[in-house]
């Protein structure tokens, strides 16, 4: 707390302020020097435009969470721009490409799944007991059991260890009883 | 910023002023290039000039070093230092005059104007910088870097569009092999053409969204509807080779389906259609994702475009190159092509690789604190972040941060051949060349293979109805690492379609709302200004607002202007 000290302590300080200063001039002027180029070249974003669609976003998403709203983002269709209604599930009915029954088009994607042999839930049917495969093949004789895809199950299909191909093969088989 | 120069195009100069033109009319552009000898870059770093590479550089009239800006005048080489209160550099050039009012930045390599104040710019000066930069950091010092932009970016020549109509005898052809289709008695508040619900066949709706879009992206629907893939020839040609009667074997074609979805939603019924057979078909392509559960819409869009480019492909002898749109009509409308620079951070040496694609996925931000509140109308100015002051994820955030430079962990060190040892690197993405229609998607879905399991991103994310994708271009971004000069990279070919056309307008965005395992997809379509609803069979009309505040999963923008290109061949007749 002598004198020379605090003249010291007080010249320190007042220099490495300078130095700060100068430090922080010299980034200001380089990011001015930057963006005046960008400026001046055309090179800069349109801002003005972003801004706006950013407002309106904003705007768009408080009209929307205003319940006073009519409600357009969650009502319940009434009628659509044409003037029609529609079920919840598809009821138009058409003949299935792969196996030639009429299934209604709301059930066509897992009826297809299933008539093509494709899905976790097709290949997992085929695993089950003979019981059951023999269920379903004797019930539907229109069902082919060809599929150009039928060779990665068909293994597992056979019932008495054969390996199993075609559905005329299987109305000869015997079926064990349960 | 003047506001009359709203709109002017990359890397145009302004007018310089009178003291530059003096000084340019008086010494051409010699003291510039010579200036060249003194300009010291780092790799990766900016130019500087220095006599010496160690020149500590002093102004001549107060040797003041640290604290002032220093400025190197061009004509007699003397530094000054110059700062808004007490100016040496300014002093000079009043002194002597006329010829040295212009100086140099010695730490940034910008002109400045003594007399005016103001730092100006010059096209060899520039040149001149650019230079000593690759310089510094390519191999063998040559001085352009050599990547050659792929083949088929060699333009063909730009045509003008020529309108056509149907003499009488073509007329007469169209009218004989048509039948006109019926408006029926619909009210004529005219409801646009090609609106039609589609039905959900049981989980579909994530093939429908995606169906709508397509449906009405401009080029694809264009295609489609000017019979350019005529299901009948296709299935003639398809049956042709092969067995007919086992109709099994015929491989199945997507185009054709798309074809036929085109004419039944365009045909003027407005029953919702069950595209039955396009799952089919489909399914028999995709085999690995046929099952009757959710999928995700975009999954399926890239299959979808595979198929239609699989099958196309086959059909022709020879091979077509990436990106260049020529191989099917799906690559012809998405296909852009990105660049990837990686460039090694102790030389600046970069490697440059180029890679078509037909979309680009985005990653939203990851989770910070917070939540995003609905901020107030008065935003502020919008930074290059992510996020701007209110916190919204925008989707020009998420470009940003695509084509940020980002750099690679200490893992992932990249074979310098300059070097010859592995480095650090900075990798940077930029898109070289726009398609047609940008398919944007955005990572909601995150899985995590650790873990096994997968979650949804709900976070809102902003985007635009108009948006200039010429920031993100390479050639934006190639000039911004070269500090804005004006400099016609290699890169910046004149007749390159991109100069002219950067801007893209929304017309479809597919919305995923509810949970991973339990969502449902729904297809927002904009068509005369106007946007419609597209929920599986439900058609309904919504505001703009609804669109702007629904959840976006993938966006589609279409290129404001189209443009013709010289046809390579002649079409048959």
Not at chain 2, 65 to 75: F, G, I, K, P
Not at chain 2, 118 to 123: E, G, M
Not at chain 2, 464 to 469: G, I, K, Q
Not at chain 2, 541 to 550: H, K
């Amino acid at each position: 707390m002598s004198a020379p000290n605090d003249d010291n302590a007080s010249a320190h300080s007042q220099l490495s302020s300078h130095f700060f200063a100068g430090l922080l001039d010299s980034i200001i002027v380089d990011v001015a020097s930057e963006c005046h180029r960008i400026a001046r070249l055309g090179l800069d974003r349109n801002l003005e435009e972003e801004e706006e669609e950013l407002r309106l976003s904003t705007q768009a998403r408080v009209m929307v969470a205003d319940p006073s709203n009519s409600g357009e983002a969650n009502s319940k269709y009434v009628v659509d721009i044409f003037g029609q209604t529609h079920p919840a599930i598809a009821n138009e009915i058409f003949d299935c490409m792969n196996c030639g029954r009429a299934i209604m088009a709301g059930r066509f994607a897992p009826h297809l799944e299933k008539c093509m042999g494709k899905g976790r839930k097709a290949r997992l049917k085929t695993t089950r007991s003979s019981t059951a495969a023999q269920n379903r093949y004797s019930r539907s004789s229109s069902v082919s059991a060809y599929s150009p895809y039928s060779n990665s199950h068909s293994v597992n299909q056979a019932v008495n260890g054969t390996p199993g191909v075609t559905g005329e093969d299987y109305t000869e088989c015997t079926f064990e009883e349960t | 910023m003047s506001s009359k120069n709203n709109h002017r195009r990359d890397g145009q100069i302004p007018q310089p002023c009178s003291h530059l033109a003096d000084f340019r009319s008086r010494n051409g552009h010699k003291p510039f290039r010579a200036l060249q000898e003194c300009l010291r870059a780092k790799p990766l770093g900016r130019a500087a000039i220095r006599r010496d590479p160690d020149e500590v550089p002093r102004c001549s009239a107060c040797s003041h070093s640290a604290t002032h800006r220093l400025y190197a005048c061009v004509a007699c080489a003397s530094v000054f230092c110059h700062s808004s209160q007490s100016s040496h550099a300014a002093i000079h050039a009043e002194s002597i005059t006329p010829g040295h009012e212009i100086a140099v930045d010695v730490d940034r390599a910008e002109l400045f104007c003594c007399a005016c104040g103001d730092q100006v710019y010059d096209r060899d000066f520039d040149a001149a910088v650019v230079l000593a930069q690759t310089a510094a950091s390519t191999l063998g010092g040559s001085t352009l870097p050599p990547v050659p932009p792929p083949e088929n970016l060699r333009k063909r020549r730009r045509v003008d569009y020529r309108p056509w109509t149907p003499d009488p005898r073509e007329r007469f052809l169209m009218g004989r092999g048509s039948s006109p289709l019926q408006i029926g008695d619909e009210d004529p508040s005219c409801l646009p053409w090609g609106l039609r619900g589609l039905n959900n066949l049981g989980n579909t709706c994530f093939m429908n969204s995606v169906l709508q879009a397509l449906l009405h992206t401009p080029p694809l629907r264009n295609y489609f509807l000017s019979d350019r893939h005529n299901r009948y020839l296709c299935q003639q040609k398809n049956a042709a080779g092969h067995d007919i009667s086992n109709k099994k074997n015929l491989r199945p074609c997507l185009a054709c389906e798309m074809d036929a979805i085109f004419s039944a939603v365009f045909s003027g019924d407005r029953r919702p259609y069950s595209p039955a057979n396009f799952l089919y078909s489909w399914w028999l392509h995709a085999a690995n994702l046929a099952s009757y559960q959710q999928q995700d819409a975009h999954e399926f869009f890239i299959s979808m475009l595979d198929g239609i480019h699989e099958k196309v492909e086959k059909d022709q002898f020879k091979p077509q190159r990436q990106g260049s749109g020529d191989c099917c009509i799906a690559h012809r409308v998405f296909s852009g092509i990105l660049r990837s620079d990686v460039t090694c951070t102790a030389c600046g040496f970069t490697s440059t690789t180029y890679d078509p694609c037909v979309d680009i996925s985005l990653d939203l931000e990851p989770n910070q604190k917070g939540s995003a509140k609905i901020a107030s109308s008065k935003s502020l100015h919008a930074c290059n972040g992510e996020r701007d002051s209110c916190g919204i994820s925008t989707l020009v955030g998420c470009l940003d941060r695509y084509t940020r430079p980002e750099r690679l962990g200490s893992d992932q060190k990249f074979f310098c051949q300059q070097c010859q040892v592995r480095q650090e690197s900075l990798k940077q993405m930029s898109i070289r060349k726009l398609p047609l229609v940008f398919c944007f998607h955005i990572k909601r879905f995150e899985h995590s293979v650790t873990r096994n399991m997968s979650k949804k991103v709900d976070r809102y994310l902003q985007f635009p109805f108009s948006l200039d994708m010429a920031p993100f271009l390479s050639s934006s971004i190639l000039r911004s690492r070269f500090g804005n000069r004006i400099f016609a990279f290699d890169d910046d070919e004149p007749d390159t379609s991109n100069e002219l056309s950067s801007e893209f307008e929304l017309f479809a965005v597919v919305t995923h709302t509810g949970r991973l395992d339990a969502g449902h997809y729904v297809t927002y379509l904009r068509l005369s200004n106007q946007w419609y609803k597209c929920d599986d069979a439900w058609i309904t009309q919504v505001s703009e607002n609804i669109v702007r505040a629904a959840q976006g999963y993938m966006m589609f923008y279409v290129q404001k202007m189209l443009y013709y290109k010289a046809s390579e061949k002649l079409l048959s007749s």
